[in-house]
């Protein structure tokens, strides 16, 4: 239907009920409102005649397994009610038109852009071309469209902005040109290939799937080929619990090296072992090869090694205690792996600006905060800016909130739901 006839529709009630499902009964009133301005949105720049169709992409939070998967580790993770929208319509042309709100327009002609360019690393047109370049390679078909992309993931919280948006074009080119035919599970994927070969970021398969597939899961990454993924049937909600993001203001923009060194160097440690990845590896071995070790690769390639080998074995620990609702065993594990992040893994803060460490703090407050209550903390994500995250009890979030709030600004506490559906068309 058309840009009318779909607001129509929309303040008709017709979507109520799927919208209810994917953002709560609260918010329904405010996400029609959004819907009915993106549509709007598109309408002025593409055309009120166009036929749409409306696709949402959730953010990710990783609850479990802090830099383990691009070393074929495991993890656990959970998609978020903060997600990308996308209003768009077939163009019947080989160019992608894409514009998000904030930002400029990308015009991207996928007949032409098929291979990476190192000068359109770290720009989102690569994004675009990366995705439809991987759909065709696997034997989906693609095609051009138009879009109109809103997003409440913030940019460089840890969140995964960039997977939800990579997840978004696979999405869009998988109902409007291959019938909703393409597995979320093999979407994600592609968009792994794009941000690693035509992005130039070589980042992990977690952000992807874990945006991609939907409620809280399990995937371990032993065969990246076959990951094995696993639902967990658990509501933190429910439980009494509530999962804070704190956004302390800083970007990822500009660090791109600082999480680049971290797969560098672990598959630092494999390649000296005769391995490619860690988790071909075995930890006894490299605990007796570190003198050697420390000569080629220094101290904190074999931290981040051990790191690697511990967050495994706690990944194992948490889902087990998720499925059995052991919360007092998961919260243990949060904390001891947040020690272990900032400890070992040492991505709480980057060396190259060492009086900026808004992670150090926030994790600092959340200690102090939660010491005589229950709950947890930790860095969120790729850390070394952006966010930490925290499982809070109810009773207590609006505390926690206001301290947050406090020193990092209004609004820098965000308190989630983890929603069922992953990457989705809606209407």
Do not use: W
Not at 233 to 249: E, H, W
Not at 273 to 291: F, Q, S
Not at 299 to 306: N, T
């Amino acid at each position: 239907m058309n840009t009318n006839e779909m607001i129509n529709k929309l303040t008709a009630g017709a979507l109520d009920a799927r919208l209810t499902a994917l953002y709560g009964k609260e918010n329904l009133a405010a996400t029609k409102v959004r819907y009915e301005k993106a549509i709007k949105a598109f309408a002025e720049l593409y055309g009120a005649d166009r036929e749409i169709e409306l696709f949402s992409v959730a953010g990710r939070s990783e609850l479990s397994g802090n830099h383990t998967d691009h070393n074929f580790g495991c993890v656990v993770a959970a998609s978020i009610d903060l997600d990308i929208i996308a209003i768009a319509a077939k163009n019947d042309s080989s160019v992608v038109r894409v514009k998000s709100e904030g930002f400029p327009e990308d015009v991207v002609d996928i007949a032409t852009y098929t291979a990476p360019r190192e000068d359109r690393f770290a720009r989102s047109d690569a994004i675009i071309a990366g995705m439809c370049e991987g759909m065709r390679k696997n034997g989906y078909t693609v095609g051009g469209f138009d879009a109109y992309t809103t997003s409440s993931v913030l940019k460089g919280s840890g969140l995964s902005s960039s997977a939800a948006f990579e997840d978004m074009i696979g999405n869009i080119e998988n109902y409007l040109y291959n019938d909703g035919k393409v597995d979320n599970v093999e979407i994600a994927k592609i968009a792994q290939y794009a941000e690693n070969e035509f992005f130039g970021k070589p980042c992990g398969l977690m952000d992807q799937m874990a945006c991609g597939v939907g409620g809280i899961i399990s995937i371990d990454f032993k065969d990246p080929k076959a990951p094995v993924i696993s639902k967990i049937n658990f509501d933190i909600t429910a439980a009494g619990y509530n999962l804070c993001i704190v956004n302390t203001g800083g970007n990822h923009a500009d660090l791109t090296p600082d999480y680049a060194a971290v797969p560098a160097e672990m598959k630092g440690v494999a390649a000296a072992m005769g391995k490619t990845v860690l988790r071909e590896t075995d930890e006894e071995a490299v605990i007796a090869a570190i003198p050697t070790l420390r000569e080629k690769l220094g101290d904190r390639a074999i931290m981040r090694a051990l790191h690697f080998f511990a967050e495994n074995r706690r990944v194992a620990t948490q889902k087990a205690a998720l499925e059995a609702g052991d919360l007092d065993l998961f919260f243990e594990n949060v904390i001891a792996s947040g020690r272990s992040s900032f400890c070992y893994l040492q991505n709480v803060y980057t060396p190259k600006n060492l009086t900026e460490q808004g992670l150090s703090l926030a994790l600092c407050l959340a200690d102090r905060y939660l010491a005589d209550k229950k709950g947890a903390f930790r860095v969120h994500g790729g850390g070394f800016a952006g966010t930490i995250q925290a499982f809070v009890r109810s009773e207590d979030v609006e505390g926690f909130r206001s301290l947050m709030d406090s020193v990092f600004g209004e609004g820098a506490c965000i308190v989630l739901r983890i929603r069922a559906e992953g990457a989705t068309k809606v209407g």
